[in-house]
């Protein structure tokens, strides 16, 4: 049991270093190439720290695991927004853009209902999952082609502050592969080593799924979205937390799900999904409030989110061992 915590300690550091050069990186590169940060941070950052995710839930769904393939996933989203924004908002208070709120969002909403509508029926088939992979191919030839041709109107959401960051484009690429791969390999490490420790207590599949092994994973969004946020590099910070969400329900869904088709427990429809849902469209709440002030989202919403995360994780260990 020592040594599983001193591997999660170590593990904690590596993510934490990895995630401040993944971040540096990734601002480089979007100045290179004149690409807005919310562009980087949710395509570079938040797929790129949703990598853990996608390794975790496959090989569930490849072992048989429904229960960690999904509660991983939507567990994951939970957490992106209720510990993961609200720790980064306590820390600093997260400036959004309007183009987060009049296109990503509405996008991350659309795209949770639709998983939800497919799997109603108590299944995630391999149809299901294609349609889902589709959406996700279609919506990732749309935000490439806008952002490399239209440049999405950068100057419509400017870096809030001017950083130091300075590399060239193939240092910052390198540091992108380095920062990817480290922080993918520090988490699924941190998992198996969580998931030891868990076995031992007795966790049933579905709770280690949508707790643990969902909060481990999402360990990469947090260090990465908290670091951006010092950096003053808020759409980076808020486009972690949205692409990683949007890269989850269809990218890692769909994967999960052609690799297995699975039974999708009633519990998951019922209190899982609608609680993502419901962070989602808190989410989209906070930014359609201050958006127009430019305050973003403050420590008191992030202290609101935490909080209900918290309540949500306290639920679930009622649930599971009562």
């Known amino acids: 049991m ?18 401040g050069r993944l971040i540096d990186s990734s601002i480089a590169l979007a100045r290179h190439y ?25 090989i569930a769904s490849y072992e048989g695991s429904p229960g960690i393939a999904l509660g991983n996933i939507f567990g994951s989203n939970i957490a992106n927004i209720g510990l993961i924004l609200g720790i980064t908002a306590l820390t600093v208070p997260v400036k959004i853009h309007s183009y987060a709120m009049r296109i990503e969002l509405p996008i991350l909403i659309a795209v949770s209902l639709i998983t939800g509508y497919l799997i109603l029926d108590g299944q995630l088939s391999r149809i299901d999952s294609g349609i889902l992979l589709s959406i996700f191919a279609i919506y990732m030839i749309w935000t490439l082609s806008n952002a490399i041709h239209k440049r999405h ?26 920062g990817t791969i480290l922080l993918s390999v520090s988490s699924y490490i941190l998992v198996w080593a969580a998931m030891e420790i868990a076995k031992g207590l007795g966790i049933d599949d579905l709770y280690l799924g949508l707790t643990i092994v969902a909060v481990g994973t999402s360990i990469p969004e947090l260090a990465s ?16 937390i949205i692409g990683s969400n949007l890269f989850n329900t269809l990218a890692v869904t ?7 088709p699975m039974s999708v427990q009633s519990i998951i429809i019922n209190r899982d999904i609608t609680v ?29 989110l935490f909080g209900a995360f918290s309540l949500y994780i306290v639920y679930l260990g009622f649930a599971a061992f009562n």
């Open 2 to 19: 020592l040594t599983l915590s001193l591997i999660l300690v170590a593990c904690m550091n590596i993510l934490g270093w990895s995630a």
């Open 254 to 260: 769909g994967a999960a799900g052609m690799i297995g």
């Open 153 to 178: 109107k950068i100057a419509e959401y400017p870096p809030v502050v001017k950083t130091s960051v300075k590399m060239s484009l193939r240092t910052a690429v390198m540091w992108i592969l380095i």
């Open 276 to 304: 993502m849902i419901l962070f989602t469209l808190f989410l989209a709440a906070f930014g359609l409030h201050y958006g127009k002030k430019s305050s973003g989202i403050t420590d008191y919403d992030g202290l609101i």
């Open 225 to 240: 979205s908290v670091v951006a946020a010092k950096k003053g590099e808020h759409d980076i910070a808020l486009g972690n």
């Open 34 to 58: 004149r690409m807005p940060h919310l562009f980087v941070g949710m395509i570079i950052v938040g797929f790129g720290t949703s990598i853990p995710e996608l390794m975790v839930s496959s």
